[in-house]
């Protein structure tokens, strides 16, 4: 059984940092493609960060020179450190590993708002 478990989301101020971290079992985690998403409300799910079995990078245009993406293979886990975080980065934030279309696969998600 495939699970990814978000944690690190909460509450922070404008300006702020803090970390997520997805750890993923039931998969051969070092060949998937790891991304974290953000579901605004009342927008659509939306990439923030991937990055490849090879350690590539991707990023929306929102977060570059903010967020970093990273991933250990030893413990099954991507992180996503975000920093100088604004109101607009306030979503629920998912985990997905990717490996093909039938190997596709979703975390439940944890909640970031960032308000003052």
């Known amino acids: 059984q495939v699970q990814l478990v978000e944690s690190g989301g909460g509450l922070v101020q404008p300006g702020g940092s803090l970390r997520l971290s997805c750890t993923a079992s039931g998969i051969i985690f070092s060949i998937y493609v790891m991304g974290w998403y953000r579901q605004a409300p009342g927008k659509q799910r939306e990439l923030v960060a991937s990055i490849t079995s090879g350690a590539t990078t991707n990023y929306a245009d929102s977060v570059k020179g903010r967020f970093t993406i990273s991933r250990d293979n030893a413990k099954n886990t991507v992180y996503l450190q975000m920093s100088s975080l604004k109101p607009e980065d306030t979503a629920v934030y998912y985990c997905?590993?990717?490996?093909?279309?039938?190997?596709?696969?979703w975390g439940k998600g944890t909640h970031i708002t960032v308000s003052s």
């Open positions: 997905n590993a990717w490996a093909g279309e039938t190997m596709d696969f």
